[in-house]
């Protein structure tokens, strides 16, 4: 143990090009390498798990055995050994919840040098007086994941107090299991794919939230993921649940330090909003990308699905895409409901040698129900970066709107830009929208703003900001800023 | 402030200016006037460091400092402000985004500290007003939609706020009607016609001359300075076209 995590530090100095690129030396505790029905026993056992969560894995781990991983991306994915990897790992000693000067300090290091606004030592050493002191619209409730496990989460006690309920999976299956059980799987059922399907069979941890009828949740709900152990893949499972008439906004940061070995990342979000209800939900993902040659870096192949259930339901995607080495993932809506609205908005960079395939699905399903995908792509170095995106309009969904937009913008000539749209209508009386532009940065944009007194560095991230803008300012505020300065740091180098 | 001796640029391995010689001193108006294809565009690009202008010969000093050897970003920090003739949209980026951006951008390189908020908005707001620009112009993205005359307008205000020694400005006048040129000489007097600073206008016409009194004019033909004079110059191009003046072609 401690050996690994010694040639994990110096891996990470040698490497220091990523700018968070370090890795805590935190004791681990892991599963036996290696995918079997005794992986998933020992996972549900570790977490101590009722017997229908265990079976409800091994169910998904059966079906996974006959699938085969999806080739229609516009990826060039390497084989991965799924034997060859860790599929639990535990910071050991979990301090109990609401202790939070418990906490391994080394953690809160880690967190610090991200920069993650937790408040870190300040915040999680005196969370009471905190809680009163802050001003209402800047609170953020975090339920810090670190590798799979949640090692701190604060504000409990006051969406307590207003009846929201934010927990950790793991601790949301023991203790709300009739919610948990009924919409586990709804909306990403566990065949759905091939990594939809692997992590529902060994997911290590996640967030549950429900909100209640009529709540408006108090402040903004965050959650940081981490991956920080060698050979660790990280399946995360997010279920978040919106009441009629509730409302809730949840902020998802990611960032992860420098490794060698390529990690893979599966994890499955499955929102649910029923009548009346708004559920926005908001990304800045930042994993290692791998180095200039494309060594190395995270595999995201993701499943996020909304499901608008109920009339007048709401939910909107908010992702600033600039890291992992391959990206597959479409953040997507089921407008179930009448007059429900699915929005994405979405900025993707891809530079040196990243693969990105992402987008959206705009599944329409119920009466007068509307949603805009507005899609930014920024390809440099020698990168991919693919929209793929589908707008369906079922048979019986009268009046349907969809307005679609894709913007790709090219830095140098040695990177791609692409748009895969499908539109498939059922009902003639919708109205489907599609416009897409290709640009790119050009000589002149470059020389007037360095004519005015900004580096070649600050006259791209300026620029590249100016395109992403639609996007960006759906951003809550704490992560507009961030995400602002992650476009410009993501490009640096990247023109000559 | 500004000696240019015998310089000599190409872009795109054509050789355009051949060998041109200038000295612009503090509290100085100098006007290039000159017809199309003399090298007007391409002296100011090459002052302003534009990628794609090499020097092949000559010198340039700002100050007394090399500005041939300064990116665009330094000359800019310099003191150097290039008026574009043909201003550059940039989409989602506010006006007052980019120049508070670029202001104190050159303040750090200068080492001074950067402007609040609050502090570049008075002054923004402020050279707006000077200049006839609407305050919501400046909340647009940059020349994003701008008319000809408005973009140039929006030069001057850039102009104002980063307030540099010497401005060079690059046919600022084309396309002006004539309350806009009313406005851009306004802008050029007021903010320009001071001891410490100087400018550089280039242009085709006579007109805004009218409105800027320069000290000197020159009159630029096949890359060199074929003749230089005072005011009364540009009042004899004008009446006589440029053909008559030695080294212009007919």
């Not at chain 1, 619209?137 to 810090?144: K, N």
């Not at chain 1, 799979?148 to 409990?156: E, H, K």
């Not at chain 1, 499955?268 to 190395?296: C, F, H, M, R």
């Not at chain 1, 590249?464 to 639609?470: D, L, P, Q, T, Y």
Request: some cysteine.
């Amino acid at each position: 143990m401690a050996t690994q995590n010694l040639e994990a530090i110096a891996a990470a100095e040698k490497l220091s090009t990523y700018e968070w690129g370090f890795s805590s030396d935190i004791e681990q505790e892991f599963a036996p390498k290696g995918l079997s029905e005794d992986t998933v026993r020992f996972i549900s056992a570790k977490k101590g798990e009722p017997a229908w969560m265990l079976d409800w894995r091994l169910k998904a781990y059966r079906l996974w055995l006959t699938m085969e991983a999806p080739d229609w991306a516009k990826l060039n994915v390497p084989p991965i050994d799924y034997q060859d990897a860790f599929y639990y790992a535990a910071p050991k000693a979990k301090p109990k919840l609401g202790s939070l000067d418990e906490v391994d300090p080394e953690i809160l290091r880690t967190y610090e040098k991200l920069g993650i606004p937790i408040k870190e030592q300040k915040l999680l050493a005196g969370v009471v007086e905190d809680t009163d002191a802050m001003p209402q619209g800047r609170r953020i409730a975090v339920d810090a994941v670190f590798d799979s496990v949640s090692v701190a989460t604060t504000f409990r006690a006051e969406l307590e107090r207003a009846g929201v309920i934010f927990r950790s999976i793991s601790e949301a299956i023991k203790e709300y299991p009739d919610l948990v059980r009924k919409w586990l799987g709804k909306v990403v059922p566990q065949h759905d794919n091939y990594f939809a399907t692997l992590n529902a069979a060994v997911f290590s941890d996640g967030t549950f939230v429900y909100i209640p009828e009529g709540v408006r949740c108090p402040m903004e709900l965050s959650t940081y993921f981490r991956i920080n152990a060698e050979n660790t893949g990280q399946f995360e499972r997010t279920l978040i649940i919106a009441d009629k008439g509730s409302h809730v906004s949840y902020l998802e940061g990611c960032t992860a330090p420098q490794r060698d070995e390529n990690q893979l990342h599966a994890a499955v979000v499955e929102l649910v909003a029923l009548d009346d209800a708004e559920i926005k939900y908001s990304t800045v993902q930042n994993w290692y990308p791998g180095d200039a040659e494309g060594k190395g870096g995270i595999y995201n192949f993701v499943t996020k699905r909304a499901l608008c259930q109920g009339k007048n339901s709401k939910v909107s995607w908010t992702q600033v895409e600039t890291g992992s080495a391959i990206t597959w993932k479409y953040p997507s809506c089921v407008l179930a409901g009448e007059n429900s609205v699915g929005e994405f908005y979405s900025v993707a960079v891809t530079t040196n040698r990243q693969q990105a395939d992402t987008g959206s699905k705009m599944i329409h399903l119920g009466k007068n129900s509307r949603s805009t995908i507005v899609s930014k792509g920024i390809s440099a170095g020698r990168s991919d970066n693919t929209y793929r995106g589908l707008v369906r309009v079922g048979p019986t969904a009268e009046n349907v709107r969809n307005f679609t937009q894709c913007d790709s913008l090219l830095l140098g000539d040695q990177c791609g830009a692409h748009t895969v749209p499908y539109i498939e209508v059922g009902n003639p009386s919708a109205q489907i929208e599609h416009e897409a532009t290709t640009s790119k940065i050009s000589d002149d944009q470059l020389f007037y703003a360095m004519q005015r007194g900004l580096d070649a560095e600050a006259a791209v991230a300026l620029i590249v900001n100016g395109f992403a803008r639609e996007v960006l300012k759906q951003l809550p505020m704490e992560f507009a800023v961030e995400a602002q300065k992650l476009l410009g740091i993501s490009l640096e180098g990247s023109v000559g | 402030m500004l000696n240019i001796t015998n310089l000599h640029a190409e872009t795109a391995g054509k050789a355009i200016l051949k060998g041109i010689t200038l000295a612009i001193n503090p509290g100085e108006i100098h006007a290039i006037m000159g017809p199309n294809g003399a090298g007007k565009s391409t002296l100011a690009y090459t002052l302003g460091g534009r990628p794609g202008y090499e020097v092949t010969a000559g010198s340039a000093t700002f100050d007394g400092a090399d500005l041939l050897e300064m990116e665009p970003h330094e000359r800019a920090a310099a003191g150097l402000f290039l008026g574009f003739q043909y201003p550059v949209e940039i989409p989602g980026v506010s006006n007052l985004q980019f120049l508070r951006e670029a202001l104190n951008a050159q303040r750090k390189q200068r080492g001074e500290e950067p402007l609040s908020g609050a502090e570049f908005i008075k002054i923004a707001r402020a050279e707006a007003t000077s200049l006839g620009l609407d305050h919501e112009m400046l909340k647009r993205p940059v020349n994003v939609g701008f008319s000809g005359g408005e973009k140039k307008r929006n030069e001057m205000v850039q102009m104002g706020i980063i307030a540099p020694k010497l401005a060079i400005l690059d046919e600022t006048d084309s396309g002006l009607d004539i309350d806009a040129l009313k406005a851009v000489g306004h802008g050029i007097n007021t903010i320009m016609r001071k001891p410490d600073k100087a400018v550089l206008l280039i242009t085709h016409y006579q007109r805004l001359l009218d409105y800027v009194k320069p000290d000197f004019v020159h009159v630029l033909a096949d890359g060199r300075i074929v003749r230089s004079g005072g005011a009364e110059l540009a009042h004899e191009l004008e009446r006589e076209g440029y053909v008559g003046i030695d080294g212009v072609a007919a």
